[in-house]
């Protein structure tokens, strides 16, 4: 059983739904990066989502694009990522880690050589925005010949064939885009979310993480009440963006514990 | 003349590896729908008309050929003769794309479309169509860009345009692309994206090369009435590729016809200023598809360099990329200095002041001609005229108005 489906199991034993915080690597610089893992650990989180700077983030908003500005001008790159994912395991053998990025930095390096690094070091899944699941095949083939699990995204655009392709290759969990937009965007309608899940649970039996626009407790909590895991993200990185590099750890454990409490409100 | 099979892209919007469809699933429901559109204008006969309706009262088609004698004379081999698309309403190629997709937009109810802009071109050119069919239009544009093109931002808020400045990653084209399709992903319910190149995710390569064809359409027919026969190459400038696809496309099955696009070689390609993705490029992903790219060894796209702010891109349509693999295209790298000296030639020799891409591929004809028996005829696409870029012309001249 991989990590990611322990971690689901052992969550659903305990009647309980995942926390997912995403984190961009290398940001503010790639000194903090630990210590921000193990902080989120701390606070309550079940997977951490590591992203892994790209120039060119097509499908992320105004903070999540910052954050990979800040970590590409301090040098952070894929093999470095993967040597701080291989530092992390030292001390923490239970937490998944799902690598969350786009696809150019993967093919620069060689999707084998990829995937047999990544496990190596203890990535536990890896989700390539860029990969919708018709340019996946290769993608999918490696990281479940290596152990790892394919994340994918599904959008409240997406039809029920394209729900069904993504259930064949997807493994570990899927990912649900709560809004039609990019990562940090306002306006989310909780109501119209859980409508969608039937849709999705009626093709997968894998756990439905829903994402994007997740602020605080209070909607944590919402989501968490349908949904399988909370993943949060920009609000984490303003957290890191407001604090000093002395002050981010204990921001940032601070606000995700907040949220752990939100999703922790809702018993199975 | 005999003819080769040639079909692409695939089902899939694939050029043998390159092309597909590289983009978050949020945006597979927009896509899906303006394929459909696509097709459904394809197959009606009152979707072609109008567009050939438009490009001949809005736009001015057909344009014309030239027959460049004194520089032809002058450099001592093959004639040389251009396809004026300088002489298109707004002054490039860029307007045939334009239309196309603005009746599109049109078809499908959308009340807003968008685009992305590098030198101005392409947002004039779709400020122009909005303004024309009545859309409310937002053009994106690198400010490093809108600082260096102030004369076009102005262009494109006198038709009505709002012209967003991008202020991340290297402010210029590739910046304001991306922004481009946040906005759309965020606005998919109203909005067009009216995309300037052969590049993005499927089906815009095809897309925009089908609505740039007919300069190679029209071009097949003007040759032989003006000479008695095809040209023994074409030569077009390459930055995304549209104005190169649309004169290439139509003679890809002729053989016998040599393709050649010129890309921008900035202060040389071994200086790595420059904007060559063929010539130095790997294979990646960019923009939703998969095509050459100028990157660094871990996968991040390095800014580029041109004097031709058109051509300053770091990708390139990727049926380009298919041509160069299968050796039906060649591509050839021409630097900054070469091609201003192939600008103040063509004014001074010609009367004709040409866009600074366009010029590119001028420079490349300069180099052949003189190779060549004087009954060779080589094709250029004269793809804009050069207005716009006297400032950077008067720049590089030591010149201050």
Redesign the interface.
Known sequence: MSRIQQTFARLDGQGRKALIPFITAGDPDAALTLPLMHALVEAGADVIELGVP?????????TI?RAS?RA?AKGM???KVLQLVGEFRKTDATTPVVLMG????????GLEKFAQAASTVGVDGVLV????P??AAKFGAAMQACGMDPI????????VE?IAQ?AKIASGYVYY?SL???TG?GALNVDAVAERLPAIRAQTGLPVGVGFGIRDAATAARIAAFADAVVVGSRIIEEIEKSTVETACANVRTLVAEIRRGVDEVKK | MSTIPYDFPDA?GHFGPYG???????L???LDELKAAYAAAQADPAFRAEYEYELKHFVGRPSPIYHAKRWSELLGGAQIYLKREDLNHTGAHKVNNCIGQALLAKRMGKPRVIAETGAGQHGVATATVAARYGFECVVYMGSEDVRRQAANVYRMKLLGAKVVPVE??SKTL??AL?EA??DW??N?HNTFYIIGTVAGPHPYPMLVRDFQKIIGEECLEQMPEMTGRQPDAVIAAVGGGSNAMGIFYPYINQENVRLIGVEAAGDGVDTGRHAASLTAG???????NRTY?L?D??????ETHSVSAGLDYPGVGPEHAWLKDIGRAEYQPIRDDEALKAFHDLCRLEGIIPALESSHALAYAAKLAPTLPKDKILLVNLSGRGDKDMHTVAEKSGIQF
């Open positions: 790209f120039s060119d983030p097509m499908a992320d908003g105004p694009q500005e590409l790159t894929l093999r786009y696809a150019n930095p993967i093919e620069a390096m925005v860029d990969y919708p018709e340019e994918f995204l599904i959008a409240p655009t997406s039809t394209r993504v885009v039609a937009g990019v965007s | 899939h597909g469809v590289f983009v978050a699933e949020t597979f429901g927009a991340s990653g590739k910046d991306n399709m946040r992903v965020t998919i790997v294979p990646g992903v960019l923009h939703g790219l990157q060894e871990d996968g991040q796209i390095i």
